[in-house]
């Protein structure tokens, strides 16, 4: 995708975002404290019917450098706008709701050369701040992306001119889909893992609110896409291993520890 004609700054972050004003207000609020004049903000409104862009204010003016505020086919089609918007050598997603806990700029800086994909770990917490898990862990095998999406999109920094559009035919893991096409063409060689917490994601996004049959659905398409049909027949066998086996079998030995005399000394 070709971006607009401008300086090129080190990293451009892209937050997309439709009738959220609290969560746009705290994601630019976060930004705000790490943004530096090598940074770009844009923000892809799809066209929100509420009062969203009021989180637009006088005090935000300095940090937000592109508003852009039209509808959309999706996620995925928002963030392929703000990809041909951006100017940054990097691309970070920082979806509304999401927190910034990284100084980008320093981030990018430290790395001896320009990995495709440069990539660090986030937490994952619920709407209230708490902590659920650290969501991340060092790449070693392209195959793992086959297994499920390892990495957090909002701590991945994709390199623009490595970067590819988000397939819209998905509307659940375009995000895998682009990062497994990234390294497949470029090698994990030319990635490189930070270990450090680059965001907050709260839990519940957009994903979480499709039903399990679309994601089946999406995967076995990412499968027949990326030349590997049998990893459908695969996923099939592990889930109803699954659903038949491992998770019955530990039910009934959770009975059994249960069931069990309680061992007391007299």
Do not use: W
Not at 32 to 46: L, M, P, S, V
């Amino acid at each position: 995708m070709a971006a607009m004609n401008c300086t090129v700054p080190l990293v451009s972050i892209i937050t997309i975002v439709r009738n959220d004003r609290p969560g746009l207000s705290r994601t630019i609020a976060s930004v705000a404290r790490f943004k530096g004049n090598q940074t770009e903000y844009i923000i892809i409104d799809g066209a929100s019917t509420d009062d969203t862009l009021r989180a637009l204010n006088d005090e935000t003016t300095s940090i937000v450098d592109t508003v852009v505020s039209e509808p959309d086919k999706g996620i995925y089609d928002a963030m392929n706008k703000g990809i041909e918007r951006a100017c940054g050598t990097y691309l970070l997603f920082l979806n509304a709701g999401d927190e910034l806990l990284a100084d980008l700029e320093t981030l990018i800086k430290s790395q001896s050369e320009e990995p495709v994909i440069l990539y660090g770990l986030a937490n994952i917490v619920t709407e209230d701040g708490t902590l659920i898990y650290v969501r991340g862990k060092r790449l070693f095998s392209l195959h793992r992306l086959f297994k499920g999406m390892p990495l957090c999109h909002q701590a991945i920094l994709y390199r623009r001119d490595a970067m590819v559009p988000y397939d819209l035919r998905f509307k659940i893991i375009s995000d895998r889909v682009t990062t497994y096409t990234i390294v497949k063409k470029h090698g994990l060689s030319h990635t490189a893992f930070v270990n450090c917490i680059i965001a907050n994601s709260y839990d519940g996004g957009v994903s979480g609110n499709y039903p399990y049959k679309l994601r089946l659905e999406e995967e076995n398409l990412f499968y027949r896409s990326a030349g590997k049909p049998y990893y459908v027949a695969i996923k099939s066998l592990n889930t109803l291993f699954r659903y038949k086996v491992k998770y019955p079998l530990l039910r009934l030995l959770h009975k059994k520890s249960k069931s069990l005399p309680e061992n007391r000394n007299l």
